[in-house]
């Protein structure tokens, strides 16, 4: 027998067979988005620092393969990750001390997020633009610094979620907590292909857009500039699209990227469904 426990914004199922535990998701940015991505870990030796970070998180859901949820989050939250974390998503308590494989979450626009670790004035910016992710920063290399203020209406569900040495999904403890980190990658912006596990980190190409754009050289690259790059133009090896569809340009192949910022306690992965 399975006893339904409503809380706020989220329903928990109890088994009275079994014991049960709690699990805490949190959000958290890393070094590459909380302090700098270094120039030796680009293949052009730029160094980029964000400033902002922000994502809408949001549709978590615990489960098994064959249907059963143990609990689940249907609202949405404003997080920065920039700002040191890792920082608390949402807290589930007293679910069933089992094994549960299927755990999954969204990063899409949600006209009715709340602010997690963010001001009224960050959830308003991505509401008003519908946006589910928006970053600020900079790329410096010797004298050269570029500036950069990007926003992406990216709807991705990641399902599946697991990791090379946890496994699939989580284990709720009998009596204890178990946390669980949705981790956001920032580095994925600047890969060289959409496919590749080999992909280097480059940023030439997004620095010389700047000159080519609607506004001109003036020091910010923008997803305008970006849109007037034909990825024909550029090197050969370099921004591979792997047969996906639809990415002709530097914006296309950013915004391809960006769908794949979401992981899983780390290194561990989950499938992204573009919705």
């Known amino acids: 027998m399975k006893k339904r426990m409503l809380g706020v914004g989220l329903l928990g199922l109890m088994a009275c067979s079994q014991g049960s535990g709690n699990v805490t998701f949190t959000t ?17 030796g730029w160094t980029v620092k964000y400033s902002k970070f922000l994502v809408t998180l949001g549709e978590l859901k615990v489960a098994d393969h064959g249907g059963e949820v143990a609990a689940e989050s249907a609202g949405a939250k404003v997080f920065d990750v920039h700002k040191p974390g890792p920082v608390t998503v949402v807290r589930f ?7 549960w494989d299927e755990v999954s979450y969204a990063i899409a626009p949600s006209a009715s997020a709340e602010a997690g670790n963010v001001s009224a004035a960050d959830v308003n910016l991505l509401k008003a633009n519908g946006w589910s992710v928006y970053m600020e920063g900079t790329a410096t290399k010797g004298a050269v610094t570029k500036r950069f203020a990007w926003g992406f209406p990216s709807n991705t569900l990641y399902e599946h979620c697991e990791h ?37 980190m480059r940023f030439d190409a997004l620095a010389a857009a ?3 754009g609607i506004s001109g050289a003036d020091g910010e690259v923008t997803l305008e500039e970006l849109a007037q ?12 699209t792997g ?3 639809n990415v002709r340009n530097l914006r296309d192949f950013v915004t391809a990227l960006v769908r794949t910022v979401g992981h899983f306690r780390g290194e561990g992965e989950c499938s992204p469904r573009v919705r």
């Not at 284990?171 to 959409?194: A, K, R, S």
């Not at 790059?229 to 591979?240: C, I, K, M, N, R």
């Open 28 to 44: 958290y940015g890393e070094d590459f988005i909380e302090k700098e991505i270094p120039a030796e870990d680009f293949e052009d």
């Open 93 to 99: 308590s007293a679910l069933p001390a089992a094994d």
């Open 164 to 200: 090379p040495d946890l496994g699939e999904g989580l284990t709720v403890p009998n009596g204890g907590e178990e946390t669980v980190q949705l981790t956001i990658h920032g580095d994925h912006l600047f890969f060289d292909d959409l496919q590749s596990p080999d992909a280097k």
């Open 210 to 212: 700047d000159k080519l």
């Open 229 to 240: 790059v034909d990825l024909t133009e550029l090197p050969a090896g370099q921004y591979g």
């Open 243 to 245: 047969g996906a569809a």
